[in-house]
């Protein structure tokens, strides 16, 4: 997890048609389709710089030992009816035990605003191992006095359902993954009208791949009522341990396509070892070690018909093509 100082860049993509949810131990993820639409950053900052109003709560561990954080992020600016919520910043806290969500500050309306998370939000807890499962529950209120409050409740259910490898478009790594289902029911209530309405939000799921050594998951997928909308993911061309192809260069080709029974495949010069198909699901359905470049054939007959992914690997790096199956 980062720390104060820290700044993690990550790039985002639309997740639309993708599937994030097969899993297991031992584990191919193959995400090297996604593309790095947009740049992000995150900038961990200590809680110390961040307005002075802000942190009543969260810089205060004689007061209030469980909203002490460990450094803050810049937050969403977001408005609802007559609520106005800008100049966010949230706050983090991490320890042994784990990492979680205390809470943030904000300008309400016009009015600085200390907002604890009763309980915090656990994000995860430590040590996380493969088939471990916990539950969270957190909820922050917003008031505006004499106009408006604004409640929300949020479950947070954590299952680490995976290990494996995950391939990103220029990066290999390995990685526990955890799901995170999150269930949030949202109040508001108008005083000058004495009434308040309650409404659920569509069921939003986190799926998250995390790798030793990294600040925030290298690749996390977001699902909302079911459909994955958004990808943020760990892309740096320049940092690659594992072989990065130019895409200027000569690539896997595979022929014909679609093929039935059997198909050719090409590799470019260099030095590769091994050959692995997976299926859509990103499940191992063949495998065969290869040697040095050129002209292959492939036996088709043992696979469904379908979509899959081709991969080469070796010492020239990473390399990937799609075959469909008749």
């Not at 993911?233 to 093929?259: C, K």
Request: charged fraction near 20%; proline fraction near 6%.
């Amino acid at each position: 997890m980062p720390a104060a100082g820290d700044t993690v860049r990550l790039w985002t993509t639309q997740a639309v048609g993708i599937d994030p949810a097969p899993t297991e131990a031992g584990y191919i993820w193959d995400f090297s389709m996604l593309s790095p639409d947009m740049e992000v950053a995150d900038t961990c900052v200590t809680v110390a710089s961040t307005p002075l109003l802000y942190q009543f709560y969260f810089n205060n561990g004689f007061l209030y030992p469980e909203h002490q954080a460990n450094y803050a992020v810049r937050g969403q600016d977001f408005s609802f009816q007559v609520l106005t919520v800008s100049d966010v910043y949230e706050y983090f806290k991490k320890d042994a035990q784990g990492f979680r969500n205390v809470g943030f500050g904000a300008n309400v309306n016009g009015v600085p605003t200390s907002t604890r998370r009763l309980p915090p939000d656990w994000i995860h807890r430590f040590p996380l191992e493969y088939g471990d499962m916990d539950t969270s529950y957190s909820e922050f209120t917003l008031t505006v006095p004499t106009l408006f409050s604004f409640t929300q409740q949020q479950t947070r259910y954590n299952e680490v359902d995976g290990w494996g490898t995950l391939y990103l478009p220029a990066d290999t790594f390995e990685v526990l993954r955890v799901k995170s289902t999150l269930d949030r029911v949202d109040s508001a209530y108008i005083e000058q009208f004495g009434q308040g309405l309650t409404f659920p939000e569509p069921q939003a799921i986190e799926y998250k791949w995390i790798a030793a050594g990294m600040d925030l998951p290298v690749l996390q997928i977001n699902m909302t009522g079911g459909q994955a909308t958004t990808a943020r993911f760990h892309y740096s061309p320049d940092d690659i341990t594992t072989g990065v192809v130019d895409t200027h260069a000569p690539q896997l080709r595979v022929w014909p396509n679609p093929a039935e029974g059997l198909a050719w495949i090409s590799l470019p010069n260099g030095s590769w070892k091994d050959l692995i198909i997976l299926d859509a699901g990103g499940r191992e359905v063949l495998s065969t070690r290869i040697g040095g470049s050129g002209a292959r054939t492939i036996a088709l007959q043992t696979l469904e018909s379908g979509v899959y992914s081709i991969i080469a690997r070796g010492e020239s790096g990473r390399q990937s093509a799609r075959l469909v199956v008749q």
